[in-house]
C-alpha cells in the first residue's frame, strides 16, 4: 500500500522566515496530495491540497509543489506567524474512486517569536 | 453548524468495558472513517465507510467494530477495552469522489479516552 513520510519531523523558525515541509509517498498511482493543519487540542483541518495535474498551487502564505518524477510534495510557508505554531499532515490518495487517503506521521512546526 | 460532530470528547474506561464512540456529519458525505492518533504514529485508519451499509477495515481494525446505517452516523465500538486502545481517536468524512476528483477531509474534534 501507500506510504508516506515526512521530514523533518520537528521545525523551529523564527517568525517572519520560511517554513517548508517535504513529503514523500511509494506509490506512482497517487493522484491527490491534501496538507492538515492540527492545532493542540483540536482536529486536523484542511489547509492546502494538489492534484497530480498542476505542480504548484498557492493560497495566500501557503503554497503546495509537486514532483511526480521524484514522487515528493512540499508545503511551504512564507512570513511565518506564531498562530502558525502546529502540527502539519500530509497525506496521499491511494486508489481510484477509493477515497481513503494515507497520511504521514506529521510534522511539529514551531514560530519563534 | 456544519460539520462532524464526536462525542464524548473525553472518556475513562476499566479494561474489559465496551462503549460507543459516536460521530455524526450534516453534510450529505457518503465517506467517513475513524482514526486514531498515537505520539509518534500519526494518524491510523481504522475502519471506513463508502456509504450507508458499506465498511470496510483500515490498517489496525482489530478491537473495533462500525456500522453504517445511515449517510449521517458512523459509530465505532470497542468490543473489550484494553490500554493498548489509550488514545485521541477522530471521525472524518468527505464527499466521494472518483479519479482525481478527491476531496478534502472533514475532521471532528476528536474523543480522547484512557483505558485503565
Known amino acids: 500500500g501507500e506510504n508516506v513520510e515526512q521530514h523533518p519531523s520537528t521545525l523551529s523558525v523564527q517568525e517572519g522566515d520560511s517554513a517548508v515541509i517535504k513529503c514523500t509517498y511509494s506509490d506512482s498511482a497517487s493522484n491527490y496530495f491534501p496538507w492538515y493543519k492540527q492545532e493542540l487540542g483540536k482536529g486536523p483541518q484542511l489547509i492546502i491540497d494538489i492534484r497530480s495535474n498542476v505542480g504548484e498551487k498557492k493560497d495566500q502564505r501557503i503554497a503546495v509543489t509537486l514532483n511526480k518524477t521524484a514522487k515528493h510534495f512540499s508545503l511551504h510557508i512564507t512570513e511565518t506567524q506564531p498562530e502558525d505554531s502546529a502540527v502539519y499532515f500530509c497525506?496521499?490518495?491511494?486508489?481510484?474512486?477509493?477515497?481513503?487517503?494515507?497520511f504521514g506521521k506529521g510534522n511539529q512546526v514551531v514560530v519563534i517569536p | 453548524n456544519a460539520g462532524v460532530t464526536q462525542t464524548p470528547k473525553f472518556q475513562v474506561l476499566k479494561t474489559g468495558q465496551s462503549m460507543t464512540l459516536q460521530c455524526a456529519q450534516d453534510m450529505n458525505h457518503e465517506y467517513m472513517s475513524w482514526y486514531r492518533q498515537d505520539p509518534g504514529m500519526g494518524l491510523r485508519l481504522i475502519h471506513y465507510?463508502?456509504?450507508?451499509?458499506?465498511?470496510d477495515q483500515g490498517e489496525v481494525p482489530n478491537g473495533y467494530n462500525v456500522s453504517r446505517s445511515t449517510t449521517e452516523d458512523f459509530p465505532l465500538r470497542l468490543l473489550s477495552a484494553a490500554p493498548s486502545q489509550t488514545s485521541v481517536y477522530f471521525c472524518a468524512s468527505t464527499k466521494r469522489g472518483t479519479g482525481v476528483a478527491n476531496y478534502g477531509y472533514t475532521f471532528g474534534s476528536g474523543t480522547r479516552l484512557t483505558v485503565v
Open positions: 497525506a496521499a490518495s491511494l486508489i481510484y474512486g477509493n477515497n481513503r487517503l494515507a
Open positions: 465507510s463508502v456509504g450507508a451499509g458499506i465498511t
